[in-house]
């Protein structure tokens, strides 16, 4: 921003003085408390306050580094480039009976929400989920089955979404032959919108990409998309490792280690529209790997042990879905993410992925998501 020299009020009052004193021959020379020229001057410096105020307020939606919120919408609008939105987020829930005689039908839309009603989801298609039927729209229980499995979104997207595991547990209406809810793991997938300070970052990147035919073009193609893509970018080489000059390929990846195909779709389509011509590519979704945790810690006095538990499974989960493709998870980094998830940590006694104590490698081609994690 512009560099101008400001005043406070008082500077201002005094400014006043002494040019009314200077100017009057030294005949208007009262600016004691109370006086009238005293409160006369005060008056006017106020006003230039304001004015001042509002010049400075003006001056800092003129640049892109000065301007918040709704200001900074308008001025990357005006390049085509817009905040990318939050994400709801996203999980797994076990609807549960006491009487499983008879099937019952759940459909889409049905709401879940956590034990105070801050925070509600609802029921959506996955064709991932056993019981999920799509001629019908429903996941379906049959009878005998005392509990099936079905995927649900946050309402409102953003980070609220996120919560523990076991804090949904009530229905947000009847469902027949249907008496429980809850979510055996934690929901990590929400993320806020974009923020100042990453809009003004993806738009210098923006402006790096205008020549295209880059990687830094395609990268900027990606992370455009939706919060929370990571990718590995691999020239000259086909997936399978054989050398291949003017080919390259792309490992995306949004957290969830399985990707949609209708993603994989979005990003080919995208790094499409910037890539070489004449150049070859394939986008594909990262290989899986599970990492399994176990690992003991001591509550600090006066903290319960399944709260701290519960904080300690949560920051895991969250540090492995932030991992980015191609990332290795670092064993001994996991010390530092217990600690900090909870004040009530006093001591790590054990901690183990995939059974051992070592860090858990990955190649380009994989990404790191999280399996069961026991916290005792």
Sequence with gaps: MTTLQTQTFDQLVEMEATAIQAGSGGTLIDFSVGSILLTFAQAVAMV??????????LLTTTRAA?????????WMADFGVTRLPALAAAGTVAFSRFTPTQAAVIPLGVV????????QFLVIADDNQAAYNDDDAAYLVAAGVASVSATVQAVTPGLAGNVAAGAISALGQSISGVDGVSNPSAFVSGTAAESDAALRARFVNYLASLAKATKAAVGNAIASLQEGLTYTLIEDYTYAGAYQPGYFYVVVDDGSGSPPATLLALVSAAV???????????????????ATMAVTVTATSGYTHPAVAASVQTAIQAYIVALPVGASLSWSRLYQVIYAASPGVASVTTLTVNGGTSDLLVIPQQAVIAGPITVS
């Design 272 to 290: 499409d529209a910037v890539r070489a011509c004449g150049t070859q590519f394939a986008v594909f979704a990262p290989v899986p790997i599970t």
């Design 66 to 74: 000065t301007s918040q919120g709704g200001d900074l919408d308008s």
């Design 112 to 119: 879940v929400q956590t034990a105070d009603g801050t925070q």
């Design 48 to 57: 230039a306050l304001w004015l001042q105020g509002l010049i400075l307020q």
